[in-house]
């Protein structure tokens, strides 16, 4: 059953797809803190506010516009979440899932989805690159907490094989290619907005996570139950809290965010493509 009234998301792609009638992605982006400068590389973009959007949040923090933007990079044909909603905002878990299925509804079966982390080695460095091979979530809560929506999936979805092997190999081709240096590791979610203390960060590195950061992983999960394929990258904006002598903040991620913004965007726009190509 197919129900305007009890599907925020189904409205939500209604209403895109009237204001940008002529676009048809299959790649959906979502772009962490400071990163949004991959949605200006888009062309014949159509950039719609979340505001305009039925069921969208609207994201409160600096650094995140908030605006769904559809067009093409290169010969891909991507939807584009700048700005991205925070469960530290407030917002429910189960907000993100509107955004997510919003792109699956308007066709994208691929999500590419990218964060700003703090490493948890001291070897690290800041401005690199990591690609997401699992995720570890102790935010404390999940958005598929509820009814369940058997029109996305089932109760209980498998998290194994989350991040998508084939997209994987991609990545690391495409990162070979370009010349540019991809680590790889585990990204661990927590609730925020505080940073780490130095002996959290020292126990999540013994837990077997390699970069921490307070996103991404909802928005996994809800892609990972409605069937996308899921590929992640993190850029390393810093050393986790006591691993280097500094005080973090959120300037801190964005000037980060700022350093890899470059190589981010690169990899991005290859990656898209040598999907588009293989599809
Ligand atoms: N911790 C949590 N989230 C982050 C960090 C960090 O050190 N850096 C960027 N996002």
Do not use: K, W
Not at 146 to 158: I, L, M, Q
Not at 217 to 222: R, S
């Amino acid at each position: 059953m197919d129900d305007l009234a009890t599907d925020p998301a189904l409205a939500a792609a209604e209403r895109v797809r009237a204001l940008a009638p002529h676009h048809t992605p299959s790649i959906g982006i979502i772009l962490g803190s400071g990163l949004g400068g991959l949605a200006d590389r888009i062309e014949d973009a159509v950039a719609i506010d979340y505001r305009e959007l039925p069921g969208f949040p609207v994201p409160t923090i600096a650094g995140h516009a908030g605006r769904l933007v559809l067009g093409r990079l290169g010969r891909a044909n991507v939807a584009c979440l700048a700005g991205r909603v925070h469960l530290y905002e407030g917002h429910a878990a189960s907000t993100v899932a509107v955004l997510v299925r919003t792109l699956h509804r308007l066709g994208c079966r691929t999500l590419f989805v990218t964060n700003a982390a703090g490493a948890l080695h001291a070897d690290a460095v800041p401005g690199s690159l990591m690609l997401i091979t699992d995720h570890i979530n102790f935010m404390g809560t999940n958005p598929l907490v509820g009814r369940n929506d058997e029109r996305y999936g089932p109760r209980f979805p498998a998290m194994s094989g989350a991040y998508d092997v084939a997209l994987q190999r991609e990545l690391r081709s495409a990162a070979i290619s370009l010349g540019i240096t991809l680590r790889e590791g585990v990204y661990l979610a927590l609730l925020g907005p505080c940073f780490e203390t130095p002996a959290e960060i020292r126990s999540l590195a013994r837990l077997g996570a390699d970069a921490v950061g307070m996103s991404t992983v909802p928005e996994v999960i809800v892609a990972r139950h409605c069937g996308m394929r899921v590929a992640a990258i993190s850029v390393i904006t810093n050393l986790g809290a006591g691993l280097a002598d500094e005080v973090l903040s959120h300037e801190h991620t964005l000037r980060g965010s700022d350093a890899a913004a470059a190589d981010l965007q690169r990899l991005a726009i290859a990656f898209v493509q040598r999907i588009t190509d293989s599809a």
